[in-house]
């Protein structure tokens, strides 16, 4: 078991950029750098999507509608996963949420809501235009 604590989000104008962390923790043993980690928003009425995963290898993948805008990334020695947000639309206006799953992944199931066992809270993004 992970916890995963996001932090970052908050409100911004469109064309502005965020910066979202998640602090990942777990017992004795925790290794960050052996889960696969991910990037989820769901915004009011509709279904939690994937934004952008990034496995233990350092392979990646994000969503067509954020391509080019957002870049996953991780420390592995700060336990943290980022997300850098440029471009920001109204569109993105959505909870964020950091997932997490021990091993790899197939590059299929990377932006699945399926595959992740562990979430964080989430974090708040609005965008205005």
């Known amino acids: 078991q992970v916890q995963l604590v996001e932090s970052g989000g908050g409100s911004v104008q469109s064309g502005g950029s965020l910066r979202l962390s998640c602090a990942a923790s777990?017992?004795?043993?925790?290794?960050?750098?052996?889960?696969?980690v991910a990037w989820f928003r769901q915004a009011p009425g509709k279904q939690r999507e994937g934004v952008a995963a990034i496995e233990r290898d350092g392979g990646t993948s994000v969503a067509d509608s954020v391509q080019g805008r957002f870049t996953i990334s991780r420390d592995n020695a700060k336990n943290t996963l980022y997300l850098q947000m440029n471009s920001l639309k109204p569109e993105d206006t959505a909870m964020y949420f950091c997932?997490?799953?021990?091993?790899?992944?197939?590059?299929?199931?990377?932006?699945?809501?399926?595959?992740?066992?562990?979430w964080g809270q989430g974090t708040q993004v609005t965008v205005s235009s």
């Open positions: 777990g017992y004795s043993g925790f290794t960050f750098s052996m889960y696969s």
């Open positions: 997932a997490a799953r021990v091993g790899r992944l197939g590059g299929w199931s990377r932006l699945n809501r399926d595959t992740y066992n562990n």
